[in-house]
């Protein structure tokens, strides 16, 4: 899920592209009860015939989707060999019934690149396994064909779809939309995600609770940039009464979230041209699309998984601020090759203080780029976050220096049971010529949502 060229480029939408994508039930109505099959097949009728074609053959049509199946999990899956037979694993301790879900695998990679091994684990899989059933579909790029983590997503979304078009009946169908990468689905994960949909008919979508794994959040400077996503995530959505702003649908996260097909197929789909956020743009569109409701997205608390921490590890390892992951996203397809056992052992034990002060710099930043939608409530959101961390910070010419992390510390030695310090390596230096690449990268981030949003609702 690479794209053809190295280029920073996002893809994402313009904000007067949203409402040409959703479908005219949504347009007359924004609060319509949808009919699943209707917008599915309206959705698909909409996709070239070449397309429609190609759907056909990745969609395993002579495997058609059971009468009883409620849920499909999607997992697009690029060079991920090594892992994706673990992955597929993790759902054998399920306790919903089989026969309720099924779970659709793209293996999907440039032409030029090689194919690796996954068509084989996947075959163990199902040949060890034969109560889980598991849809298979290889797509290679082509030139011209954006390769790209959104194309992959739509594919495999367009693949559930269609086989429930071609199943012919309304089934109130529920989409799961995963990575390759998780470590761990609590045993409650499908059915208590299929139980909270049935009991609130008004819910399009949720996010369930994601964390890392204990020997990656051993490390402070990966604990504190998993939990200040985390807790500034859940704070920017939040009602401030204090300054006006009405609460915010949940920040979708596609490594951990779950839509009705309904809603899939009335917002148009995923964007193909995503080369990064394609997830946090499908929850834009499904919130703009319902006049920003936050009722509509939620966080669901009521189960959890864990996914794979090398990004952070990554970007930590070599001294980068962690959200600067999401820059090398579409370039290091070599990251889904990491050891992470030889990854941590790069990161200290200890607080490196240039590293978090740059890491948390650039968080603060974001409230002018890829967080700007949440513009006036990310001071706010962000105080109360470094509160809840015990961090102490002063902005000076606009830019965050820590003041002092003596709370953290001890908040951590009783998380770890070991005394936590600190240490120091070369600051974290931004040239002007590392600026100009990065910022319009970081702006395009959320620059269509913030315009869709005026043009729905005005603010």
């Known amino acids: 899920m690479i794209e053809n060229n190295k280029s920073r480029s996002t893809g994402l939408l313009k904000g007067e592209e949203y409402r040409l994508r959703y479908s005219d039930t949504l347009l007359e109505d924004p609060s319509a009860e949808l009919d699943e099959i209707k917008e599915i097949n309206k959705y698909l ?28 999990v999607t997992i697009p899956a690029y060079g991920e060999g090594k892992r994706i037979k673990s992955t597929l694993e993790k759902y054998l301790n399920q306790d919903i019934d089989p026969r309720l879900y ?20 996947v075959s163990k899989f199902i040949e060890e396994n034969p109560q889980v059933k598991v849809i298979y579909s290889h797509k290679a790029w082509t030139n011209g064909e954006p390769a790209t983590v959104g194309n992959a997503r739509k594919h495999v979304l367009d693949i559930a779809l269609n086989r429930i078009s071609k199943r012919g009946q309304s089934g109130n169908t529920i989409i799961i939309s995963h990575d390759a990468d ?9 059915s208590s995600i299929l139980g909270e949909f049935d009991a609130n008919p008004e819910i399009d979508a949720l996010v369930t609770r994601m964390s890392r794994p204990e020997d990656a959040l051993s490390k402070p400077n990966v604990y504190i940039a998993v939990e200040t996503l985390r807790l500034l995530e859940e704070e920017l959505v ?29 917002v148009g789909g995923c964007n193909p041209n995503a080369s990064v956020n394609d997830d946090r743009e499908m929850g834009w569109l499904i919130a703009d699309a319902r006049k920003w409701d936050p009722k509509r997205i939620i966080r669901f608390d009521g189960t959890r998984m864990i996914t794979d921490a090398r990004r952070f590890m990554d970007a930590l390892a070599n001294e980068l601020p962690a959200d600067m992951m999401l820059l090398g996203f579409n370039v290091k397809p070599e990251i889904r090759q990491l050891d992470n056992e030889k990854v941590l052992s790069l ?30 409530k990310f001071p706010d959101a962000f105080e109360r976050s470094m509160e ?72």
């Open 45 to 72: 009728d909409k996709q070239s015939p070449a397309y429609r074609q190609e759907l056909d053959a990745l969609s395993q049509l002579e495997n058609p989707l059971n009468q009883d199946t409620r849920v499909i």
């Open 347 to 376: 990161i200290p034990d200890d607080i490196v203080w240039e590293l978090l002060e740059a890491d948390l710099d650039s968080t603060w930043m974001s409230q002018y780029t890829g967080n700007k939608l949440y513009a006036n």
């Open 102 to 121: 099924e779970i659709v695998l793209l293996d999907n990679h440039p032409e030029a690149s090689p194919r690796d091994n996954t068509n084989e684990e």
């Open 182 to 190: 998780p470590l761990f689905y609590e045993p409650n994960y499908l």
């Open 238 to 266: 939040k009602e401030n009464k204090s300054l006006g702003e009405p609460a915010d649908p949940a920040i979708f996260v596609g490594g951990s979230c779950g839509m009705r097909a309904s809603i899939l197929a009335a």
């Open 388 to 459: 809840a961390l015990g961090i102490e910070y002063s902005i000076v010419d606009g830019r965050l220096a820590l003041k002092s992390v003596d709370k953290l510390l001890k908040n951590l030695s009783k998380i770890y049971g070991r005394e936590v310090g600190i240490k120091h390596c070369a600051p974290i230096i931004y040239t002007n010529e590392m600026i100009q690449e990065i910022k319009p990268f970081f702006e395009s981030l959320s620059k269509g949502a913030v315009e869709a949003r005026k043009i729905s609702i005005g603010r």
